[in-house]
C-alpha cells in the first residue's frame, strides 16, 4: 500500500510554454500532499503545501503565481509550471501524507518528474 | 525541526553491515527520528523511523542513543541496490503529517562489490 504515481515522468518544453505535473495517491487518501524541487546534486527543497479544498501554502522564496498548485480532490494535486524558464528545470518530487487517523503521518513520495526547459 | 549531521559519503562491501550515523543533539523530547533514502533519480523511499527505542523492520534498524542525541541506521546485509543518499530527519509526528520535510545534505552510501 501507500503508493503515489507521478505523470508525466519527464517532460521537455520551450521556454514561456506551460507544463503539469500530476501526483496522485493510488490506494489512500491523502489530505496533505508536498511539492519538491530538487536541482542537480543538491538536496530535496520543500516548495509547497497542499492541502484538499484549499489553497496551497508556499515556502519564502517560491513564486504562487508561476507554480500553481490544485488539490481538487484527496487522491490528487497538481502542479502547473507557467510560462517556463530554463532556471525551471529540475526534478519536481510529490509526497502524499497519510490522514493521522488512517493509521499514521508517513509521507510516501513519487518517483519524480524531470522537467527540462530549452 | 532539529539539525541533523551526517557523513557525506560511506563506502561499505556488499553483504556486510552498512551503519549509517546521524547526529541530532538538539532534538526534544517530542521529535521522532525519521530515515529516507534516495536512489538516483528517484523519490525518496521511507524506511524507519522511532521516538525513542530501537526499532526494527525488514529493511533496516534504528538505533537510537539514550540521550537522543544521535542515532544509526543499520542495513543488516547490504547489497548494492542498497546505494543512495540516506537522509536522517527530525520532526513531529503530529497534525497527521501536516509539515513538509526538511532534507539535509544526506549520507551518500556506496556499497562496493
Known amino acids: 500500500g501507500a503508493v503515489v504515481s507521478q505523470h508525466p515522468s519527464w517532460v521537455i518544453c520551450k521556454s514561456g510554454t506551460s507544463v503539469k505535473i500530476e501526483c496522485r495517491s493510488l490506494d489512500f487518501q491523502a489530505t496533505t500532499m508536498f511539492w519538491y524541487r530538487q536541482f542537480p546534486k543538491q538536496s530535496l527543497m520543500l516548495m509547497a503545501t497542499?492541502?484538499?479544498?484549499?489553497?496551497?501554502?508556499?515556502e519564502q522564496g517560491v513564486e504562487k503565481d508561476k507554480f500553481l498548485i490544485n488539490h481538487a480532490s484527496l487522491t490528487l494535486s497538481t502542479l502547473t509550471v507557467t510560462s517556463a524558464h530554463p532556471e525551471d528545470s529540475s526534478f519536481y518530487i510529490c509526497?502524499?501524507?497519510?490522514?493521522?487517523?488512517?493509521?499514521?503521518?508517513?509521507?510516501?513520495f513519487g518517483p519524480g518528474t524531470r522537467l527540462t526547459v530549452l | 525541526d532539529a539539525k541533523t549531521t551526517q557523513p557525506p559519503s560511506m563506502d561499505c562491501a556488499e553483504g556486510r553491515a552498512a551503519n549509517l550515523p546521524c547526529n541530532h543533539s538538539t532534538i526534544s523530547g517530542n521529535e521522532y527520528v525519521y530515515w529516507y533514502r534516495q536512489i538516483h533519480s528517484q523519490g525518496p523511499q521511507y524506511i524507519i523511523h522511532g521516538l525513542k527505542n530501537n526499532e526494527t523492520n525488514e529493511m533496516a534498524s534504528l538505533i537510537i542513543t539514550e540521550d537522543r542525541k544521535s542515532s544509526t541506521l543499520i542495513l543488516p546485509h547490504a547489497t548494492l541496490r542498497d546505494t543512495a543518499v540516506y537522509y536522517c530527519?527530525?520532526?513531529?509526528?503530529?497534525?497527521?503529517?501536516?509539515?513538509?520535510?526538511?532534507f539535509g545534505k544526506g549520507t551518500h552510501l556506496i556499497i562496493q562489490p
Open positions: 509526497s502524499a501524507s497519510r490522514s493521522v487517523w488512517d493509521g499514521g503521518n508517513e509521507q510516501f
Open positions: 530527519i527530525v520532526r513531529l509526528a503530529s497534525g497527521g503529517g501536516a509539515d513538509g520535510l526538511t
Open positions: 497542499s492541502n484538499e479544498g484549499s489553497k496551497a501554502t508556499y
